[in-house]
């Protein structure tokens, strides 16, 4: 079976670069923040590709848009398939939106080809993967899954104070003809294709990632609390200096934080120092930590170090640590799994089995019925930044794999999987 | 002989309280930049005050303000006092108005009670003492001494894009009947009053500071180099973060520079992160150090081995130390000293003596001639802050006593001191 036969991967490379130009920026890249006038240009663009091809519009109150192409079995689970068409400020034309093209495509080409599935085949956009406008991300995908409520979620505003609940708002009412489903359904699997954001694939020639789990995730804030001072007349022994706390708290914790073993990823990205002037003891230093393991037992060991490693290091300062994100790692479904290697095994193209170092909806996803993922590779390894690329065989060899798997399961009786 | 017969002490305060309306803050300090409409407005209300007692006004290149007793022998060399009428954006109503005040007080006094003076008298508003609109700070006193030159000076740049040389002839404009003088010229002496902006001298309960030096300061420029990545997918062993070799080389300098001995002064006060984003691992750091110590040797021995501990610790990344401000410390005149104590003794005040960890425009003018500075207490030891405060009692002793000086001085046979 030759992708040729399971997608027009010509159609799909014009509509992903068309989609492109909505929100493109200067550079190159792609500028589509959730819920943002992009973002309507977008669902405009892309709702009119798939009621082209029969399929069916619908939103929730979470502003996750779903276009449905019916089965014949109107009771039996649907397959729920896609991405996001959100993207960082200075993004790519990939991340998201390769993998709801993809699943369009998916989609499109089996209501072209095929009799009517045995059940419904449900392309989705989850609204706000990115999180840049509106912390944190992966709102959508949160409510649809229950993990987040949706006062919650209305509530949470962006840097000029206009809240979800507006945007959401604004988003839904352009689109009357569009109808709203309630929040959540039962589905029966989830697929999503994505490129890799990372070296592996490429390093490896490799077209096809057969995505294993998401490594774990935790994030924490801390700041630490001091007391300001004039540079040249308060006495070393009388200052309480946050920057030399946070100095000695960071060292500490790249140390034996960011030593446990060869899996672990401890990252301080973000500093904020008050106030950061030249000849100013620091009285006050808030800073950020980014914790990844795949392994849940690893990860929740390390996690548990922090909050003591900087209170060892804070006097004569004070110091909080607040978790935030809590993320534990997840294994993807393994018939998923399977049937993906063997899709890329039967078209031909090189498959390896690869971690997700970063999250994805199907992270959620994954709690409420099988789910999988397909990585393609990206030039490299770039991604949130406006020169990310995917080659174009690439995208259709990972959009070919997931049309067959989709095919697998659009006519599998009873549960697809 | 009694403070109050030397200077006026209730015209005094309330010049120095009318003086903090221009640029006043809500907050009740002051925010009077450089060159700007409040330092021209500063400008025409001391010129104002001077005239009303005879004193002539005069400028330079530099925008040096001027303001002549004459003497009676044109040709000898005049007595210099005065500090600045600049401020910190946030700051307060005594740091360098309090001293010009109190000079010109204490000239004005002297007009008015005494026979003409046998040399001239020039109380100075040295321009752009603090450096917060246009860096370095000193300008005026810099270019006074020679220190630097006014083509440099002339190119030097406010946020906003404007030149030092603009803001001059800006500044010069609304003045016409005010005439320019050569850059310089011999000074028999120089005196400065200032606040402490320390604590000893409220600590101490003593009215006066009679200052025996400034503190020697270097400052210096770090910039770490490394390698941005994703937090979730670039593998430990091969980040090269900038932020995790900042912490050991602030750790490292922290337990090592700044433990040196009891005297020693360091803070990185400034840092800067990028791309400072949560799930980055930082490229780049940028941070500052700044170092004081009296002790010239001890502060040439600590600052020579800051760019070995950063080099020590920036592995895998790469380390750039530029050097900034490099002032060593210098010790006021003997004689002048002796006077300032012995004034503050006949007229009853608590005096000690009392090194300035802060700079002042001293610094230079005591390269040229014999110089002296008079400190007087501020409430917490707070300056740079809008709250700070200078009891009236502090400001009328310390102007009495520079009043006593410069009596001396004035009427001194031959070379003033």
Redo the contacts between chains.
């Keep these: 079976m030759g992708s040729s036969t399971l997608i027009n991967a010509d159609r799909l490379w014009t509509r992903l670069m068309a989609l492109a130009e909505i929100g493109a920026t200067p550079a190159g890249g792609v500028n589509r923040q959730a819920l943002s006038d992009g973002e309507i240009a977008a669902w405009r663009r892309v709702i009119g590709w798939a009621r082209e091809a029969g399929l069916t519009p619908s939103t929730d109150a979470a502003g996750n848009l779903f276009l449905t192409l019916a089965g014949r079995d109107g009771a039996a689970s649907p397959v729920l398939l896609g991405s996001h068409l959100d993207s960082q400020p200075t993004g790519g034309k990939f991340d998201g939106a390769a993998g709801v093209m993809a699943a369009l495509e998916a989609a499109v080409s089996l209501a072209e080809q095929s009799d009517r599935p045995a059940r419904d085949v449900i392309v989705v956009a989850w609204m706000n993967e990115e999180g840049s406008r509106f912390a944190p991300g992966m709102m959508g995908s949160e409510a649809f899954t229950g993990e987040r409520n949706m006062d919650a979620i209305r509530a949470a505003r962006d840097a000029d104070g206009i809240s979800v609940g507006e945007a959401l708002d604004r988003l839904h009412q352009p689109f009357p003809d569009v109808p709203h489903r309630p929040l959540g359904f039962a589905a029966g699997a989830y697929l999503e294709l994505h490129i890799e954001?990372?070296?592996l694939l490429e390093a490896a020639d490799c077209a096809i990632g057969v995505v294993t789990g998401i490594?774990g995730?935790k994030?924490f804030q801390v700041v630490v609390e001091g007391a300001e001072g004039?540079?040249?007349?308060?006495?070393?022994?009388e200052r309480r200096?946050a920057?030399?706390a946070?100095?000695?708290m960071?060292?500490a914790l790249?140390a034996e934080i960011?030593?446990v073993d060869?899996d672990?990823?401890?990252?301080?990205?973000?500093?904020a120092?008050v106030p950061?002037?030249?000849?100013?003891?620091?009285s006050r230093v808030s800073f950020?930590i980014?914790l990844?393991h795949p392994d849940n037992a690893v990860l929740d060991a390390a996690g548990a170090r922090i909050a003591a490693l900087c209170q060892q290091n804070a006097a004569p300062c004070a110091v909080t640590v607040t978790p935030l994100v809590d993320a534990p790692s997840n294994a993807f479904d393994p018939r998923l799994r399977a049937s993906i290697a063997e899709a890329a095994r039967e078209q031909g193209h090189s498959a390896m089995e690869i971690l997700s170092?970063?999250?994805h909806d199907a992270r959620h996803l994954a709690k409420i019925c099988p789910a999988a993922m397909i990585f393609i590779p990206c030039r490299d390894?770039a991604?949130?930044v406006e020169h990310e690329w995917a080659e174009p065989d690439h995208v259709a060899a990972g959009a070919s794999v997931l049309a067959q798997v989709l095919r697998e399961l659009a006519f599998a009786p009873g549960i697809a999987v």
């Design positions: 954001q990372g070296p490594q995730k994030t004039h540079a040249g007349t308060l006495a070393q022994q200096d920057l030399a946070f100095a000695r960071a060292s790249h960011g030593t060869a672990i990823k401890f990252t301080i990205g973000r500093v120092v950061n002037a030249p000849s100013v003891v620091p950020s980014d990844r170092a970063a999250g390894g991604s949130h």
